[in-house]
C-alpha cells in the first residue's frame, strides 16, 4: 500500500469547494451521503453565519477530509481486515509479514514547470515513477535514474528479499526515494492523527445506513 506525503494539497487545486453547500456536493461526488454526515463531526466545519463561514476555509477543510478517507484511513481500515478478517468460512488471516507499506517523498525537478513546489509531493506527484513522464517537461534522464532505482528496490521488497521482512516491530528502510515499513498487528504510529477515527466512522455510517434501507 503506497502514498506520499502531501496528499491532501492537489485536492485544494481542484474543484475545491467556497461554501458549506458546495462543500457538501463536492464531498458527495466521492462518498455517499451517510459517509459525508458521518465524516463531518471528525473535522473543524463553521457554522453558517460564523467568522470562519468564507470561501478560503472550505478549500482548506475539504483538502483533509478527502485525503484522509482516499488514503490514510482506507490503507489502515484495509491492513486491519487483512489482519483480522471478519469470521467467515474460507477466509484467512494474512501474515504480518505480508501487510506493507511504502510512501514516496522524491519530487521529480521537472514537476516544478507545471507544479508549484508548495504542493511538495502531493496525490499523483509520483506518477513518473511509474509511467517515466508527467507533461513533455519533464526531465526525462533524472526521472529514468531514480525510477530504475526505484523499481528495483520495489521488487525486492514485493519478492521479499534481504530489504525488508516480517519482524516483530516496525521496520524502515530509507533509500531516498522509497521508504517502507511493515504493518504490525494494529499499530497506530504508521499513519498519524485520524485514521481509525475517519475509518470507524466511514465503515459505521455505511453499516447503518444498509441496515435502515
Not at 91 to 119: N, Q, S
Not at 147 to 173: D, H, P, W, Y
Not at 190 to 204: D, F, P
Request: a positive charge; aromatic letters at 8%; one cysteine or more.
Amino acid at each position: 500500500m503506497g502514498d506520499v506525503p502531501d496528499e491532501k494539497e492537489l485536492y485544494k487545486l481542484v474543484n475545491s469547494p467556497d461554501s458549506l453547500s458546495s462543500l457538501h456536493m463536492q464531498l458527495e461526488n466521492y462518498y455517499p451521503r451517510p459517509v459525508c454526515d458521518a465524516l463531518f463531526p471528525l473535522y473543524d466545519v463553521p457554522k453558517p453565519g460564523s467568522k470562519d463561514d468564507k470561501p478560503g476555509t472550505y478549500a482548506e477543510l475539504y483538502a483533509p477530509i478527502v485525503a484522509d478517507a482516499q488514503v490514510p484511513a482506507s490503507h489502515r481500515g484495509f491492513a486491519h481486515l487483512l489482519l483480522n478478517p471478519p469470521k467467515v468460512d474460507g477466509t484467512k488471516t494474512m501474515p504480518p509479514g505480508r501487510v506493507h507499506r511504502y510512501r514516496i517523498p522524491w519530487r521529480a525537478k521537472g514537476l516544478d514547470a507545471w507544479l508549484r513546489k508548495e504542493v511538495g509531493v502531493c496525490y499523483s506527484a509520483d506518477m513518473q515513477n511509474w509511467m517515466l513522464r508527467v507533461g513533455v517537461r519533464i526531465l526525462v534522464s533524472q526521472i529514468r535514474r531514480k525510477r530504475k532505482r526505484s523499481l528495483n528496490l520495489l521488487e525486492n521488497f514485493c519478492m521479499v528479499k534481504r530489504l525488508i521482512g516480517a519482524t516483530s516491530r516496525t521496520k524502515t528502510v530509507f533509500c531516498g526515494l522509497i521508504r517502507k515499513e511493515t504493518f504490525i498487528g494494529t499499530s497506530k504510529i504508521l499513519y498519524g492523527k485520524g485514521g481509525w477515527e475517519v475509518w470507524n466512522a466511514m465503515m459505521t455510517a455505511q453499516k447503518q445506513h444498509l441496515e435502515a434501507s
